[in-house]
Nanobody
Framework: QVQLVESGGGLVQAGGSLRLSCESS????????VGWFRQAPGKKRELVAR????????YYSGPVTGRFTCSRDNAKNTVYLQMNSLQPEDTAVYYC????????????????????WGQGTQVTVSS
């Protein structure tokens, strides 16, 4: 059974940093793309970062560009989201998701393209 498990969320003051981890069990992340989404209260879930199967193809949404960095360690079957300069508007539940249907593909931007999701981890940034 495939499971994605996020960790690393928590409460941080504005300007602080957190590193989220997403570990896959039951299936290797390689060679598949992995995305990080977030959902704030009352808002739609949005893609904030995506890392391609090689690790060299990354995407970041406008609000997080320059502050968030996505990386992967295929040997550990883990994908990371380093979040720096956090702001209150970054407060949300963060989810990792994998597109296990399309190996060697890095053009995943939409929720429906991802077929496995983690349970989410809460990130709260206080002002």
């Amino acid at each position: 059974q495939v499971q994605l498990v996020e960790s690393g969320g928590g409460l941080v003051q504005a300007g602080g940093s957190l590193r989220l981890s997403c570990e896959s069990s039951g299936r290797a992340f390689s060679p598949y793309a992995v995305g990080w989404f977030r959902q704030a209260p009352g808002k739609k879930r949005e893609l904030v970062a995506r890392i391609g199967w090689t690790g060299g193809s990354t995407y970041y949404s406008g609000p997080v560009t320059g502050r968030f960095t996505c990386s992967r360690d295929n040997a550990k079957n883990t994908v990371y989201l380093q979040m720096n300069s956090l702001q209150p508007e970054d407060t949300a539940v963060y989810y990792c998701a994998a597109d296990f249907r399309r190996p060697y593909y890095s053009g995943n931007y939409y929720e429906e393209e991802y077929d496995y999701w983690g349970q989410g981890t809460q990130v709260t940034v206080s002002s």
